[in-house]
T-cell receptor
Framework: GDSVTQMEGPVTLSEEAFLTINCTYTATGYPSLFWYVQYPGEGLQLLLKATKADDKGSNKGFEATYRKETTSFHLEKGSVQVSDSAVYFCALKGGSYIPTFGRGTSLIVHP | NAGVTQTPKFQVLKTGQSMTLQCAQDMNHEYMSWYRQDPGMGLRLIHYSVGAGITDQGEVPNGYNVSRSTTEDFPLRLLSAAPSQTSVYFC????????????FGPGTRLTVT
């Protein structure tokens, strides 16, 4: 079946540092890939998505590129802020009704 | 649009009590689902529905019931609460065709003592 593996956290960075959160997946066919963000005390919200190979999703300074050859969708940001502190979930949606989520990676950004 | 709404935000139950967590969406989404989120466990799917009158079990359905009488509403019932059901519950919805991204509610934090 489909699966998503993302790096365990927490990831702790200083403000303005470069961020990478790794995500790899296993799926048949050509799934859509997503990053969701969950701020403290809130539900998940879509951060960015990509629907086909080599697509780059971007939003709020975050980027991720759909790499079919390495089955990866790593999240990057060039300069993080304290306000980016949250839990980040990688997810995929293949042919099934049910999307598959990674376990989430907590990001803590210190001033 | 209000999006996905959940009530209550917080609830404390005693073991053996029953209750219903409410979820509603105003986006005419066919697909609705319930997750629980526990520390270190990520999101686990409890039940889902692909339309009014159609429901199915997810990964962790035991102890929970759902029904879908309208497109808008998808309540989750705890039949006899247990401490193991202490968790944060999220409702989510999406279109069945197109988009594929899910819209989540703000969550219900449930404590069972």
């Amino acid at each position: 079946g489909d699966s998503v593996t993302q790096m365990e956290g927490p990831v702790t960075l200083s403000e303005e540092a470069f961020l990478t959160i790794n995500c790899t997946y296993t799926a048949t066919g050509y799934p859509s890939l997503f990053w969701y963000v969950q701020y403290p005390g809130e539900g998940l919200q879509l951060l960015l998505k990509a629907t086909k190979a080599d697509d780059k999703g971007s939003n709020k300074g975050f980027e991720a590129t759909y790499r079919k050859e390495t089955t990866s969708f790593h999240l990057e940001k060039g300069s993080v802020q304290v306000s980016d502190s949250a839990v980040y979930f990688c997810a995929l949606k293949g042919g099934s009704y049910i999307p598959t989520f990674g376990r989430g990676t907590s990001l803590i950004v210190h001033p | 649009n209000a999006g996905v709404t959940q009530t209550p935000k917080f609830q404390v139950l005693k073991t053996g009590q029953s209750m219903t967590l409410q979820c509603a969406q105003d986006m005419n989404h066919e697909y609705m689902s319930w997750y629980r989120q526990d520390p270190g466990m990520g999101l686990r799917l409890i039940h889902y529905s692909v339309g009014a009158g159609i429901t199915d079990q997810g990964e962790v359905p035991n102890g929970y019931n759902v029904s879908r009488s309208t497109t808008e509403d998808f309540p989750l019932r705890l039949l006899s609460a247990a401490p193991s059901q202490t968790s944060v519950y999220f409702c989510a919805s999406r279109l069945l065709r197109g988009g594929d991204e899910q819209y989540f509610g703000p969550g219900t934090r449930l404590t069972v003592t």
